[in-house]
């Protein structure tokens, strides 16, 4: 027993360290300088077509005038600054999610520790 909420608690803080902790913003064009450290994740066009990244064969880039990058279906797609109406920029926020998987820990153990001690009780 002990095991399996060992092992449900070490899968909830690697689910929750994978997902992060996002802050997500949306922007025009124009603006898109101001958030060099921010990863550009979808854009909404000027024919309102929605086009989502993906990061994990690189980052999407601001080369000139376009923004390009990989799709999640891992073909290359390049998009004129011209065409974009609205960008959905986002940044990994290290310390909330550090915060978050700590909580976690500490009241997923507290909670085991709070089981055992009844289940002791009780027998």
């Known amino acids: 027993m002990f095991k399996k909420i060992t092992a449900l608690i070490t899968l909830l803080c690697f689910i929750l360290c994978v997902g992060g902790c996002y802050t997500r913003r949306q922007i025009p064009p124009e603006q898109l300088t101001q958030y060099p450290k921010y990863t550009i994740s979808k854009v909404i066009t000027t024919n309102e077509d929605t086009i989502k990244f993906s990061h994990m064969k690189g980052k999407c880039v601001i ?43 500490i009241f997923g153990l507290g909670g085991l520790a709070f089981l055992c001690w009844a289940l002791a009780a009780g027998t």
């Open 63 to 105: 080369k000139e005038d376009r923004i390009e990058g990989f799709l999640r279906d891992s073909t290359f797609r390049s998009i004129p600054l011209s065409e974009v109406k609205t960008i959905h920029i986002q940044k990994l926020k290290t310390g909330k999610t550090i915060l978050v998987v700590t909580g976690v820990t």
